[in-house]
């Protein structure tokens, strides 16, 4: 997907592509979309409906790597940072109150 979603930056026509067209809209309309994606997925999951999860969570990755396209951050950046997470490190971060690194999986894995 990340291939593609880079490919239709490149070159594709935004009257033709639905992700050039996403695109052209700049970093602020792709973020805007990731949030409304985001309503929606938290909405299908508090609704226990697995097909609505499954399709909105769908719609929330896809417009999530659009803003990664848009906003110049390579998959292989979060996937490292997510693998520092999993080790455990907080990297000095600090949460809500000063707690630690909310992001990390604070002991709910």
Do not use: C, F
């Amino acid at each position: 997907m990340w291939t593609v979603i880079g490919a239709r930056a490149r070159a594709a026509d935004p009257q033709s592509s639905y992700t050039a067209r996403l695109l052209a809209g700049g970093v602020e309309r792709v973020a805007q979309k990731v949030g409304e994606e985001a309503t929606e997925t938290v909405i299908a999951g508090v609704r226990r409906d697995p097909n609505a999860l499954v399709n909105e969570s769908a719609d929330l990755l896809y417009n999530l790597l659009v803003l990664w396209q848009a906003a110049g951050v390579e998959p292989d950046a979060v996937a490292a940072e997510l693998a520092k997470r999993a080790q455990g490190s907080t990297h000095g971060r600090t949460g809500r109150h000063g707690q630690g690194d909310r992001s990390t999986s604070g002991g709910k894995d």
